[in-house]
């Protein structure tokens, strides 16, 4: 085999999602001359994130302060109707804002899709000067020899099922850095890998997930308030914890969605299935009636919170 | 659900994640322990609004989605207050929590009506999903025996469930060794079967670059 080309950078992301992209900006800004790549699996910057979403801006306040001026999709649709709904089979009732304060009531919050996001906030990297190489999936870890991360390899193109190569074969390139930062999101490959070998998880609990559904709406206009989002438990729910969402968004579309922890201990259980079921509830199917589904993903999410966030530095790597 | 919602604590962790790297850069250091990340981390907002949410999921956990719902929800509100719980509840790993196929009830959904409510394919059809054809499988079956005689035999083959994009499948035919058929193809990268496979015998690796998922504004 033919030694791989290799790239030498002094910052290389694996993952061009709200980590990934907030760290190539805000290194650029501090830093204009540090040459920063980040790999993206997707074919595109967005093409794989998947969220719901209601957005607390602190994050974006921080890094551009004057995102709303500049065009970010998120400004479009601040959030003005905060709804909690219990649903019974047939029915539903409002849990008392009192019982969720503060902290759960989505004040001076925004609702879009974090993919647009994302697709701005690559845009605002690559004005800075940030490579972005969609398309392109980091495959392995490399490592120098006194076992700290030296980069990563990104995947061979053109290998066929047996492991044969194909006419148009393209070995995959070696990416250095002096420092990697995998922001891969939720149960990333790369990362899962990590975790042993620098003991990340040794001080914490076992991260516990849920898988959330999604889909899309163009709804009737009559049914549509922009900046309305609603939170529902309970129903179908029976045999797992979660819930679902649904959330009113610019452009006359809802983004609805269910999650259901993965903790849950019926084998026979479908999340898919659940969330189903849930659209078919007459208060969400009121909703939807008249309208089009355009679009459907899912991704897993962490719940983990404080007690599974892994020790965050490790040699080369954040 | 709570506002732990992970978009803005992504976006400070890569921002923390930055002022280290640059601090380090400037002082000439590479590839070390940037230990300034995690103080960072422990100094930051992030910090501060996971540890007042870190009950909220055990306790869901153990008192179920209602009640855990409102005694979190009591929870947070005393944390609002400064209050805390004087204990910290623990997680279980999730591929643990399946029980065997014989000890558990059926559930039977309904069938989709077309309208309101789809069927897996016509929905995986809507996300776009594209992977070049003839790669090797990137989900990878370490033991694939394994995965008969306990995935299929004991848990009753929870991925056909799980999957949100129809991807694993038993085929059983009379007379025949039920088969494991993993349509990779489908995948839309949500990394479920890489977590909830009762023995963890499920390898999720990247495809070829490109693959997965197009989605237009998810
Ligand atoms: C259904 C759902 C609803 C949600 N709702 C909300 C909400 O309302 N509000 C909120 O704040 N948060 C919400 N979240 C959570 C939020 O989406 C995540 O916290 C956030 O996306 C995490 O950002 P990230 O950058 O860490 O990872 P991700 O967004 O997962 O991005 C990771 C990126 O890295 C790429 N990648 C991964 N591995 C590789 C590799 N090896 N090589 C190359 N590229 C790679 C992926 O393709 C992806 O583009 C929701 C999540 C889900 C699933
Ligand atoms: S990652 Fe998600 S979509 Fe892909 S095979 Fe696993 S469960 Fe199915």
Redesign the interface.
């Known amino acids: 085999m033919s030694e791989r080309e290799s790239m030498p950078y002094?910052?290389v992301i694996v993952g061009a999602?709200?980590?990934?992209?907030?760290?190539?900006?805000?290194?650029k800004q501090?830093?204009p001359d540090?040459s920063v790549v980040i790999l993206e699996?997707?074919?595109?910057v967005?093409?794989?994130?998947?969220?719901?979403?209601?957005?607390?801006?602190?994050?974006?306040d921080?890094?551009i302060p004057d995102w709303r001026d500049q065009g970010c999709p998120m400004a479009e649709a601040p959030v003005n109707d905060n709804q909690h709904w219990?649903l019974t089979k047939k029915g539903k009732y409002n849990?008392p804002h009192?019982?969720?304060?503060?902290?759960?009531h989505?004040k001076g919050t925004y609702t879009g899709?974090?993919?647009?996001m994302c697709r701005w906030l690559a845009q605002q990297a690559e004005n800075l000067g940030v490579e972005i190489f969609?398309?392109?999936?980091?495959?392995e870890i490399l490592y120098?020899d006194?076992g700290?991360?030296?980069g990563v390899v990104?995947?061979?193109?053109?290998?066929?099922?047996d492991?044969s190569h194909?006419p148009d074969y393209m070995q995959g390139m070696e990416i250095h850095g002096?420092?990697t930062?995998f922001?891969e999101?939720?149960?990333g490959?790369l990362t899962?890998q990590l975790k042993p070998k620098f003991a990340l998880d040794a001080d914490c609990?076992?991260?516990?997930?849920g898988?959330g559904?999604?889909?899309?709406w163009d709804i009737n206009p009559e049914n549509h308030t922009t900046g309305r989002v609603i939170?529902s438990?309970?129903w179908p729910?029976s045999?797992a914890?979660?819930?679902g969402?649904l959330y009113h968004q610019a452009n006359g579309q809802v983004?609805l969605g269910f999650?259901v922890?993965?903790?849950?201990?019926?084998?026979?259980?479908?999340?898919?299935?659940?969330m189903?079921?849930w659209?078919?509830h007459p208060e969400i199917?009121k909703i939807?009636?008249g309208g089009k589904?355009?679009?459907?993903?899912?991704?897993?999410?962490?719940?983990?919170?404080?007690?599974?966030?892994p020790?965050?530095?490790?040699?080369?790597?954040? | 659900?709570?506002?732990?919602?992970?978009?803005?604590?992504?976006?400070?962790?890569?921002?923390l994640?930055?002022?280290?790297?640059?601090d380090?850069?400037?002082a000439g250091?590479?590839?070390?322990?940037?230990?300034?990340?995690?103080s960072g981390?422990e100094n930051s907002?992030i910090?501060s609004e996971?540890?007042?949410?870190?009950n909220?999921?055990p306790l869901?956990?153990k008192y179920?989605?209602?009640w855990?719902?409102?005694l979190s929800?009591?929870n947070?509100?005393l944390e609002?207050f400064g209050v805390r719980m004087p204990f910290?509840m623990?997680?279980?790993?999730?591929h643990n929590?399946?029980?065997r196929?014989d000890h558990?009830?059926?559930?039977d959904?309904?069938k989709?009506?077309g309208v309101?409510?789809?069927d897996?394919l016509s929905?995986?059809?809507?996300?776009n999903t594209n992977h070049a054809e003839?790669?090797?499988?990137h989900l990878q079956v370490k033991d694939s025996e394994l995965q008969l005689s306990s995935e299929l035999n004991i848990?009753?083959?929870?991925s056909t469930?799980?999957c949100?994009?129809g991807v694993y499948e038993w085929i059983e035919e009379e007379g025949k060794e039920p088969q494991y058929q993993i349509n990779s193809q489908n995948c839309?990268?949500?990394?479920?079967c890489?977590?909830?496979d009762?023995n963890q015998n499920i390898n999720?690796?990247?495809?070829?670059?490109?693959?997965?998922?197009?989605?237009?504004?998810?």
């Open positions: 002094d910052v999602g709200p980590a990934g992209l907030s760290a190539a900006i805000r290194i501090k830093s540090t699996k997707g074919s595109e967005g093409a794989h994130i998947l969220s719901g979403a209601v957005v607390d801006p602190k994050g974006l921080e890094l219990i849990l009192f019982l969720t304060p503060g902290f759960m989505n899709s974090l993919g647009n969609p398309g392109f999936a980091a495959a120098n006194d700290s991360v030296k990104t995947g061979d193109m053109g290998v066929a099922k492991g194909k002096k420092y930062l922001a999101g939720v149960r490959h899962k609990q076992p991260q516990v997930y898988i559904i999604k889909e899309l939170h438990q309970g729910l045999d914890n979660g819930g969402f983004a999650v922890w993965l903790n849950y201990s019926n084998p026979f259980l479908s999340p898919f299935e659940e189903q079921r659209k078919t199917r939807l009636e589904r355009v679009s459907y993903g899912a991704r897993a999410i962490s719940d983990g919170g404080f007690q599974s966030v020790k965050l530095a490790f040699p080369g790597v954040h | 659900m709570p506002r732990i919602k992970g978009t803005h604590t992504a976006m400070k962790s890569g921002m994640a930055a002022d280290a790297i640059v380090a850069l400037a250091r590479a590839n070390d322990e940037l230990t300034s990340y995690q981390y907002w910090y996971l540890r007042m949410v870190r909220i999921l869901v956990e179920g989605n209602f855990g719902t409102m929800g009591i947070m509100w609002n910290t623990k997680h279980h790993a999730d929590a399946l029980r196929k558990v009830h059926k559930i959904y309904p989709p009506d309101i409510s789809f897996r929905s995986v059809f809507l996300s003839d790669q090797p499988v848990f009753a083959g929870p469930r799980y949100p994009a839309v990268h949500c990394k479920t890489d977590i909830k009762p999720w690796v990247v495809p070829e670059g490109g693959g997965g998922p197009n989605y237009p504004n998810m």
